[in-house]
């Protein structure tokens, strides 16, 4: 006998798992399990059977995914931040501060805020992308799409919204750490995980 919550053995005639503490009702024999019918790769597995294997997506197709997306989202980014650069004077601001040795201190403000509003929204705008898209049917961006790659949490499912935000924001200290550390750890470690996938417990597969 066998629980099936827990999956631990339960002597004949018990009323409860010993482990768990699960009803008899629950506890089901070796054979009924047995005959339990193979789980589909999109299901959830009983946590006492192993997950669905998938080979394990190694650093350089990670890289190329990442250069992909990169490239994908700097191309929209000019497309839509040049015109409103422009539109908005930074241009002037740069060719007038360059002019003047001294130039005014609301000119210096002005430019810094046009500085920082272009970042925040380049942050913002890699957020929307990476979250909706990794947390979507496809499980994956743009560049990993191609390169046949998705991001699933540890028991390889699809992940939900937030810890895809999650996910990203963990990516920037995976950034902040000197020589790429953060992401080599995508090469060595046993599950192919990089530091923002640790933080964030998921796993990057090949389909």
């Not at 992940?159 to 200290?173: N, P, Q, W, Y």
């Amino acid at each position: 006998m066998y629980c099936s919550k827990c999956g631990n053995a339960v002597p004949p005639n018990s009323t409860f798992c010993q482990v768990c503490g699960n009803a008899a009702a629950q506890v089901a024999t070796a054979a009924s399990l047995a005959a339990t019918p193979a789980v589909s790769p999109g299901a959830v597995s009983p946590h006492w059977l192993p997950p669905v294997s998938r080979p394990y997506a190694g650093f350089w197709l990670r890289l190329v995914a990442h250069l992909i997306d990169r490239f994908l989202c700097g191309a929209i980014f000019l497309a839509i931040c040049l015109p409103l650069a422009l539109l908005s004077g930074l241009a002037t601001n740069i060719q007038s501060m360059a002019r003047n040795d001294h130039p005014d201190p609301a000119l210096i403000a002005s430019f810094v805020t046009s500085i920082l509003l272009i970042v925040g929204l380049a942050v913002f705008a890699s957020w929307l992308y990476n979250a909706y898209f990794e947390s979507s049917d496809w499980q994956a961006t743009v560049g990993k799409k191609v390169m046949n790659i998705i991001v699933t949490d540890l028991n390889g499912n699809r992940i939900s919204f937030g810890r895809a935000s999650g996910r990203f924001f963990a990516k920037l200290l995976s950034d902040l750490i000197p020589l790429g550390i953060g992401y080599i750890l995508a090469g060595v470690t046993e599950k192919k995980q990089a530091l923002h996938d640790m933080i964030a417990s998921c796993l990057v597969l090949r389909t």
